[in-house]
Nanobody, 130 residues
Framework: QVQLVESGGGSVQTGGSLRLSCVVF????????????MAWFRQVPGKEREGVAD???????TYADSVKDRFTISRETAKNTLYLQMNSLKPEDTATYYC????????????????????WGQGTPVTVSS
């Protein structure tokens, strides 16, 4: 049973930074698996879940245009942890952020939408005030 546990959300002012973490339980050394796609999504009440960033087993990353050059997705194998470093935060970044994982090859990581992921964390809220 794969479990994803996020942390690191909170409240910051515009221009501030936060680092989200997502620990993977139930898949020892998840980043040594031959294929995986791990991603961060965010959702605002009343809106569809939006992809923020993803990373696959080759280290290839994809970012939403709205967060490019501000957010960085990374992984730490020794801690079985996925991160999202968020800098220069804006009020429009306010949302609940979710970690997601999928271990199927198709569709390719950068082309997956939220319905393609079968493992999810519980979400961590981020509020950016102006």
């Amino acid at each position: 049973q794969v479990q994803l546990v996020e942390s690191g959300g909170g409240s910051v002012q515009t221009g501030g930074s936060l680092r989200l973490s997502c620990v993977v339980f139930g898949y020892p050394v998840v980043f040594a698996y031959p294929y995986y796609c791990m991603a961060w999504f965010r959702q605002v009440p009343g809106k569809e879940r939006e992809g923020v960033a993803d990373i696959d087993n080759s280290g290839r990353t994809t970012y939403a245009d709205s967060v490019k050059d501000r957010f960085t997705i990374s992984r730490e194998t020794a801690k079985n942890t996925l991160y999202l470093q968020m800098n220069s935060l804006k009020p429009e970044d306010t949302a609940t952020y979710y970690c997601a994982a999928d271990f199927r090859v198709d569709p390719p990581c950068g082309n997956k939408v939220w319905t393609d992921f079968n493992y999810w964390g519980q979400g961590t809220p981020v509020t950016v005030s102006s």
